[in-house]
Nanobody, 119 residues
Framework: VQLVESGGGVVQPGGSLRLSCLAS????????MGWYRQAPGKQRELVAR???????DYADSVKGRFTLSRDNAKNTVFLQMNSLKPEDTAVYYC??????????????WGQGTQVTVSS
């Protein structure tokens, strides 16, 4: 199983970016999927996720600015990021908790994509 991210880059404050994450491989069911981020010198933190309980969770710092969506048929999640701020600068990691074809649970992380918000 692989998580392949795309869509990072450099944007000015107030701008927008859209991140995509495709889960591919021997997947039976995706239980949870979303995005975390890690800024230099800081711990990795939740940005947004579709949880195992069916809820959509957002970090307080991104509520009202970021929107998580998904295409279940394509095992893909999207993170639309609007009104970006310099403090959103970080490496963004896609995460998924899923089961393989034998219904064994696994956690996977993507390689990370850099988002830089700077004037």
């Amino acid at each position: 199983v692989q998580l392949v991210e795309s869509g990072g880059g450099v944007v000015q404050p107030g701008g927008s970016l859209r991140l995509s994450c495709l889960a591919s491989g021997s997947i039976y069911r995706i239980i949870a999927m979303g995005w975390y981020r890690q800024a230099p010198g800081k711990q990795r933190e939740l940005v947004a996720r579709f949880s195992s309980s069916g809820s959509t969770d957002y970090a307080d710092s991104v509520k009202g600015r970021f929107t998580l969506s998904r295409d279940n048929a394509k095992n893909t999640v999207f993170l639309q990021m609007n009104s970006l701020k310099p403090e959103d600068t970080a490496v963004y990691y896609c995460y998924s908790h899923l089961t393989d074809l034998l219904e064994h649970p696994h956690d996977y992380w993507g390689q990370g994509t850099q988002v830089t918000v700077s004037s």
